[in-house]
């Protein structure tokens, strides 16, 4: 398994935007003093330090990777990727996968000014760039022959089944569902695992035969459940 990232220049900013509990406290309380739109455009820009956020990001999505990797079967192919930020979860399961194809959808813009709310289904909040992401991947060895990035806002979605779908702290999270409820009936079959954070955990035995928590998230933007959901109802 890969043991640590390189960072491209800039990307500790986009990785502090996408995981806001890497900042230190003092910078959380610059936040809530001077505003989210001084922490998202001035704060995120001059105060981190890489060296750090490199290997806070590191720590945290090889943690991440140990709580899914049992849902990643051996004979697993395709792996779609929803709102994974830079992507540094995916470098660690290509690390040790060579034989999986990733997918990715996610957003090349930053918002302005980042609320980290519920956006339902309007959706307009975004903190990725995608060529700081492909950099990102590039330098940290990811294997870009099985390999497509997709921008949500294109519309253009890969049409394949997938093994895996992951989204952490994205689907659900941050926007409904039902964005992407179609969708994923159409690439998924009975063994396809779709693993996500949610805050209404309970909503989905209606919609999956199988639904399981494998985590509780407490130190989150919001309060949220880690789970596993296997064959579509509805
Ligand atoms: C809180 S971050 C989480 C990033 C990453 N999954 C992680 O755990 O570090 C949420 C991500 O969702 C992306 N996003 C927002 N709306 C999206 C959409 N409709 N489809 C895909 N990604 C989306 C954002 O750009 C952002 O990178």
């Known amino acids: 398994m890969i043991e640590s990232f390189l960072l491209p220049k800039k990307a500790e900013r986009i990785i502090v935007l996408q995981r806001i509990e890497l900042a230190s406290q003092f910078l ?52 779609l990727s929803i709102g994974g930020g830079l992507g540094g979860l995916e470098v660690i399961v290509n690390s040790v996968r060579k034989d999986i194809n990733f997918y990715f959808i996610e957003r090349n813009y930053v918002s302005k000014k980042i609320v980290y709310g519920w ?35 294109l519309k253009k979605f890969p049409l ?11 689907l659900d999270y941050h926007y409904d569902f039902s964005i992407y409820h179609e969708y994923l009936k159409k690439i998924s079959n009975d063994n396809t695992r779709i693993i996500f954070d949610t805050i209404r955990p309970d909503y989905f035995k209606d919609i999956f035969s199988k639904v399981i928590v494998i985590n509780t998230n407490h130190d989150t933007v919001h ?5 596993v959901c296997t064959s579509f109802i509805k």
């Not at 990102?136 to 949500?152: A, H, M």
């Open 223 to 227: 309060k949220s459940k880690r789970i």
């Open 160 to 170: 394949k089944k997938f093994d895996l779908v992951v989204s952490l702290f994205s």
């Open 28 to 79: 959380k309380k610059l936040r809530k003093i001077l505003g989210r739109y001084f922490f998202t455009n001035i704060v995120t820009r001059f105060f981190l330090n890489p060296k750090k956020i490199s290997t806070k990001y590191y720590d945290l999505m090889k943690s991440e990777f140990l709580l899914i990797n049992k849902y990643i079967h051996q004979n697993d192919k395709t792996y």
């Open 119 to 153: 956006g339902g289904e309007a959706n307009r909040e975004a903190y990725n760039n995608f060529e700081l992401q492909e950099n990102f991947l590039k330098i940290n060895g990811f294997n870009f022959e099985n390999f497509s990035l997709v921008d949500y806002d």
